[in-house]
């Protein structure tokens, strides 16, 4: 499609990735970003470590068999013994409080974390891009509505507004870890609701979205063709470092018993255990190493990615930190 067709630069179609007339013009783009995330060495790493926690999670089954195959996220017990265990040829990394297998835990509570980080982000990431796609692609007082609803929810602090409501939900209607994911989800929208109205505020403005718009195209048909797909990268970096971040979030829920039920084959619920015994962790520190490990390597991994997607998005944000 040549430049006076378009009415846009035939360099900036095939470097940029413009989406036009139904065409996706990101050839160079996208191979661009996929060369340089396995060159970097830092997105390299993430990748490492982001695969390793998948081949565990998949082979789940096969590294820690569930005794009760209908309930495989439920940490066997031996026994219930207050002191925990340490590592033996029958636990490999010890018991907790309540003789939870630790192994165990942190075996399945891969596969805890994987389906925390990716639905809580991918809930709040496509609730986010709706909101945001409308109150900036319709603007006026639509967008005055959608925006003082997002800052009014942005006003809870994080954390603790999502304490509140995972308390309110696990104590009336939820079990098992429903409760700590839709908290999260309520209040983790707002920040991609924001990011993705800036960036329609001005994608919307660009030569071809207006030829789309003369030429007789629905509002909708723009706006999911050629405005999001343009307008989307930067979300989907911060998306990208904010699974990380949801699973540590999820963790702390866990932590004060907001999370995960007891029992449960999570890495924040593996942790709890260990509050009794904190006086005592030169003797049972296996109880909050371990799971501890697994957090921080499953947190760097998603954040290396996340930061090294940024800095090829834009290089700019390289130097500036």
């Excluded at 990748?47 to 495989?72: G, M, Q, R, S």
């Excluded at 013994?81 to 018991?95: D, M, V």
């Excluded at 003369?214 to 930067?234: C, H, M």
């Excluded at 699974?243 to 907001?258: H, Q, R, T």
């Amino acid at each position: 499609m040549s430049e006076l067709a378009t009415g846009i630069p035939a360099e900036e179609i095939k470097t940029r990735g413009i989406m036009l007339f139904g065409k996706i013009y990101i050839d160079d783009r996208t191979r661009h970003i996929v060369r340089e995330l396995f060159t970097r060495p830092t997105s390299l790493a993430g990748i490492i470590l982001v695969l390793f926690f998948t081949v565990v999670a998949i082979a789940a089954p096969l590294l820690a068999p569930p005794p009760n195959p209908a309930e495989p996220f439920t940490i066997p017990r031996d026994g219930f013994r207050a002191e925990p265990k340490p590592p033996s040829e029958e636990h490999i990394f010890g018991t907790t409080e309540g003789q939870y297998d630790v192994y165990y835990g942190i075996v399945w509570g891969t596969r805890t974390a994987f389906r925390v980080g990716l639905i809580v982000t991918g809930a709040t990431l496509v609730i986010g891009l709706v909101i945001g796609s409308i109150a900036g692609y319709y603007g006026g007082i639509l967008d005055d509505i959608l925006m003082r609803i997002v800052e009014i929810v942005m006003a809870f602090p994080f954390l603790l507004a999502a304490i509140t409501l995972a308390a309110v939900l696990r104590a009336s209607v939820s079990t098992g870890i429903f409760a700590g994911m839709m908290a999260l989800i309520a209040f983790g929208w707002p920040t991609y609701a924001r990011l993705i109205r800036g960036d329609i505020l001005s994608i919307k403005e660009r030569d071809y979205v207006l030829a789309a718009r003369a030429i007789g195209a629905s509002d909708a048909y723009i706006l999911f063709r050629y405005v999001i797909p343009n307008a989307i990268f930067p979300t989907l970096v911060v998306a990208s470092m904010d699974i990380g971040s949801y699973v540590l979030s999820f963790a702390a829920l866990s932590f004060l018993g907001l999370g995960a039920e007891p029992g449960y084959a999570d890495w924040g619920q593996m942790i709890s255990f260990a509050r009794n015994w904190i006086p005592a962790l030169d003797r049972y520190s296996h109880i909050i190493l371990y799971p501890g490990i697994a957090i921080l390597l499953f947190v760097m991994g998603w954040n290396l990615i996340g930061d090294a997607f940024r800095d090829i998005i834009d290089p700019r944000l390289s130097g500036s930190r």
